[in-house]
């Protein structure tokens, strides 16, 4: 599974979608602005931030619960577009589950979003950053 992430500011924020609140926090990483392909199958995501592949790999977080079966990736400028979509807190996610539910085992973009299915998990177990050479980071990585 493949799908194009916009990181206009290159702050990202990684999790479940329905547990996004406008108080989400972006990654303690600073990455430079772009469109990004990220890619995805059972065992996990990773993010294409650069060609070089990783000499290195840092542990960005050790994982979170994904009771909804989805993980998310979103730059912090869409946060606000996407918890702010319907009337009450349950509204923007019930929509992103609208679709989802079109589109079973696919990623999804939507509203600044683009949201994987976890398959059999439950669980992103750890969150990665893969740095080349110059410490530079290349590649973000969540194993399922």
């Known amino acids: 599974m ?3 992430l916009a990181l206009p500011t290159g702050r990202l924020i990684v999790g479940d979608p329905s547990a996004l609140f406008g108080d989400a926090k972006p990654l303690d ?3 430079p602005p772009g469109e990004y392909q990220v890619s995805a199958d059972a065992s996990g995501l990773e993010l294409r ?3 070089a592949e990783p000499e ?8 979170f619960d994904a009771p909804s079966g989805h993980v998310c990736l979103l730059d ?3 946060l606000t577009d996407f918890t702010d979509l ?7 996610y019930e ?7 079109a589109h079973p085992g696919e990623p999804v973009e ?3 979003l683009v949201v994987f299915p976890l398959g059999d998990a439950a669980r992103v177990r750890t969150l990665r950053a893969g740095c080349d050479r110059n410490g530079r980071c290349t590649r973000i990585a969540a194993e399922f």
Request: overall charge negative.
């Open 56 to 63: 290195r790999w840092e542990t960005l977080a050790s994982g």
């Open 110 to 112: 939507f509203s600044g």
């Open 76 to 78: 912090e400028s869409a």
């Open 49 to 51: 931030l650069a060609d």
């Open 86 to 92: 319907g009337d009450e807190p349950v509204d923007e």
């Open 29 to 31: 990483l600073a990455l």
């Open 95 to 101: 929509l992103l589950t609208e679709r989802l539910r």
């Open 2 to 4: 493949h799908a194009t």
